[in-house]
């Protein structure tokens, strides 16, 4: 049974960097196909950030691509968000995830709010 | 992509059956049968309950059934129970490679 578990700063500056890990455990990071990352903003609904595939490939909400990096490190099973130039906006709890069945998301992390303020 | 159209809320009784809808365009659920549902409480991450239409991930209850016609799905909840209680979002995955989610809906058990 795949395990995520998301950590960062819980605080970040406005024009600052938004940095999250999600630690993967219970399966390989290579062996599942794609690790993606959604947000929901306080009282909004969901919006999916992004995924990347273990072999590198990378699809990012058209939204958020000019700001957006992902990345992973197979030998530590992490992989990891990077949100440029944040502003209040950007205030969410944020989840990775990801799946064994097709197009969807059956493993989940418990989340993280990050609040972006001065 | 803008967000896939649902109810705010649903209401219903213990085993009374209720729909919530999801509305997209041709672009998501009109283009793909990769529609998928999720059952989120409060504080906890959010659940999988139904992918690819009409499937249901193994453990998940078959009270919980889906559909589409056109550019639009429904997940039926049939013998409503209290801990059904919570908000739904449904999820299409459309062009430009990306997903869209729904604008979610509070499932209220009378």
């Known amino acids: 049974q795949v395990q995520l578990q998301e950590s960062g700063p819980g605080l970040v500056t406005p024009s600052g960097t938004l940095s999250l890990t999600c630690a993967v455990s219970?399966?390989?990071?290579?062996?599942?196909?794609?690790w993606s990352w959604v947000r929901q903003p306080p009282g909004k609904g969901v919006e999916f950030i992004g995924e990347?595939?273990?072999?590198?490939?990378?699809n990012y909400n058209p939204s958020l691509t000019s700001r957006l990096t992902m990345s992973l490190d197979k030998s530590k099973n992490q992989f990891f968000l990077i949100l440029n130039s944040v502003t209040a906006a950007d205030t969410a709890v944020y989840y990775c995830?990801?799946?064994?069945?097709?197009?969807?998301?059956?493993?989940w992390g418990p989340g993280t709010l990050v609040i972006v303020s001065s | 992509q803008s967000a896939l159209t649902q109810p705010a809320s649903v209401s219903g009784s213990p085993g009374q059956s209720i729909t919530i809808s999801c509305t997209g365009t041709s672009s998501d659920i009109g283009a793909y049968n990769y529609v998928s549902w999720y059952q989120h409480h409060p504080g906890k991450a959010p659940k999988l309950i139904i992918y690819?239409?009409?499937n249901r991930p193994s453990g998940v209850s078959n009270r919980f059934s889906g559909s589409k016609s056109g550019d639009s799905a429904s997940l039926t909840i049939s013998g409503l129970q209290s801990e059904d209680e919570a908000e739904y979002y449904c999820s299409s995955y459309g062009n430009r490679i990306t997903y869209v989610f729904g604008t979610g809906t509070k499932v209220t058990v009378l």
């Open positions: 690819d239409v009409t």
């Open positions: 219970g399966g390989s990071i290579s062996n599942t196909n794609w």
């Open positions: 995830a990801t799946t064994s069945v097709s197009y969807s998301w059956n493993y």
């Open positions: 990347m595939h273990h072999n590198g490939r990378r």
